[in-house]
């Protein structure tokens, strides 16, 4: 019997280090989901304004 209480004790230790870890653990995936349900939440960077070196840089590249 004193066996079953002393197993039974260390399970109830374990138990609130093993719900934290598996919060912790969790918390990412189940917020990604909440993330992607707004429609305006993508930030998008804005265009660039092309100055036309590439041709100048392949050129370059292409004679060395």
Known sequence: MN??????????????RATLILMVLAAPVLAVPTMRAAPGS?????ALKKNGIGFVLLVSLRRG
């Not at 066996?3 to 609130?16: E, G, H, S, T």
Request: proline share 11%.
């Open 3 to 16: 066996r079953i209480v002393a197993n039974a004790l260390k399970i109830l230790r374990v138990v609130p």
């Open 42 to 46: 993508t930030i998008e960077a804005p």
